[in-house]
C-alpha cells in the first residue's frame, strides 16, 4: 500500500510525496532522514488489472515447497521466508514474502497474513489448507502436499495450452482465410456472374450474400463480439445463476462432463485426503474442501449434503440423497472409505486415478480436436470453391 507523507529535510525545507511500504511503521524507517510532520495511508488509484497479480503455479510451487522443506528442518519461519526470498527473481514473490514477513513479525499468523496480502493472488483452497496446517501444527506437511498440488495442476495446464497452440493457428489461419475468399474474391468473380444476367445457384447466392454482409458490416460484427465477450465475461464473474447455468450446461456435453467431473473430484478428494492427513476433522475437511470445487453444480450438490453430514449422516449416503449421479464409483469408494475410517489414504487413491483421467480425457479431446478444425476449414473453403465453379459450369454447358 501506499501512504502520503509531509516532512521537512535537513535543509528547513517542505517535502512531500507518497511512498509504498506494508505498514506506517516500515513507511517511516524509509523516510529516514526526514523530520516527518504527518503520515496517512494513500487512496491510491490502481489501474492494474486482476492478472497482474497472478503467479506461475510453477512459481507458486516451489515456494512452497521450499517453506515446507525448511519448516521441517525445524527452521522458523520467519527464516524460511527469509531462505525462500534468495531463491527466487520474481518481483511479485519477493513484495509479497517481505510483506508476509512484516506481517508475522508485527504477531499476525502465517494465514492471516496471507489473507491480507494484495501482491498475488492464490487459489482459496490455499489459505484455507495454510489455516488448518497452522491450526494442526502440520504446516510443514501442508505446505509440501500443496506445492505438490500446484504441480500437478501445473503439468496438466501446461500441456493443454501447448496442445492447444496448433489449433488456435489453425483457428486464426481459417478465420482470415475464408474472410479474405468472401469479401475479396468472390465479389470480383460476382461481376462476372452480374454481366451475365444469369440465374444463379442457390450455394452460390449465399456465398455472395455472406460475402457482402461481411464486407459492409464487419466493424458492426467486430464490435457486437467484443461488446458479447466482455458482457459474458461479467456476467459469469458477477452472477451467480447465470455461472450455476453454464456449469449446468456443461455437464450435459458427454466428454466435457466427464472432463470436469474427473478434476473436480480429483481435487476433492485430494484436498479432503491431505487435511484429514493433517489432523483435520472429517467435517471440517469436507466443508473446506467443498468450497473449492469450481463447478457451481456439483458444489450445490455437495453443500446440500454437507447439511446431512453435520447432522450425522455419512456423505456417501447424503450425496446420494441430494441427487449425485456424476460417478457412481466415487460413492463406493467414498462409502468404503467411511466404513473402513481410512478416508486419508482411500480418497488420496482416488484423487490419483482422477488426475490421470483428467490428463488422459485432455489428451484425448485435443488429438480429436485438431483434424475435426482441419476438416471443418477444408469444408468452408470447399463449399466457397463450390459455389464459385457452380456458375461456370453451367455457363460451359450452356455454350
Known sequence: MYFKYSAYDKNGKTVKGKIEASNEKEALSKLEGLYVTDIKPAKNISFNISFSKKVPR????????????????????????????????????????????????EGKSFYASLESQNF???????????????ESGKLDIVLVEISKFLKDE??????????????????IVAVFMISF?????????????????????????????????????????????IVFAAGFRIMYKKNLKFRYSIHKFLLKLPVIKKLIVSKELGRFSYLTSVLTNAGVNYINAVNMSVNTIDNEYIKSVFQKALQDVIEGKKLSVSLKKAGFDFDKSF????????ETSQIDEVLGNISELYFEESESL????????????????????GFIVTAILLPMFSMSIIK
Do not use: C, R
Open 58 to 105: 510453477k512459481e507458486l510451487s516451489k515456494l512452497f515447497n521450499s517453506l515446507g522443506l525448511y519448516l521441517k528442518a525445524s527452521i522458523p519461519l520467519i527464516s524460511a521466508i527469509n531462505l525462500s526470498k534468495n531463491q527466487t527473481d520474481n518481483s511479485k514473490i519477493i513484495k509479497f514474502l517481505d510483506y508476509i514477513q512484516n506481517s508475522i513479525k
Open 120 to 134: 498475488i493472488n492464490l487459489p482459496k483452497y490455499v489459505t484455507s489448507t495454510v489455516k488448518i496446517g497452522e
Open 154 to 171: 501445473e503439468k496438466i495446464s501446461s500441456k493443454t495450452s501447448q496442445a492447444l497452440v496448433y489449433p488456435m493457428f489453425i483457428i
Open 181 to 225: 475468399m468472401l469479401t475479396t474474391v468472390v465479389p470480383k468473380i460476382v461481376k462476372v456472374f452480374e454481366n451475365l444476367h444469369q440465374d444463379l445457384p442457390a450455394i452460390t447466392k449465399i456465398v455472395i450474400n455472406t460475402g457482402n454482409f461481411l464486407q459492409h458490416s464487419w466493424q458492426a460484427i467486430l464490435i457486437l463480439f
Open 331 to 338: 460413492l463406493q469408494a467414498l462409502s468404503l472409505a467411511e
Open 362 to 381: 485432455t489428451n484425448t479431446l485435443l488429438s480429436l480436436l485438431e483434424p475435426a478444425l482441419i476438416v471443418f476449414v477444408g469444408v468452408s473453403i
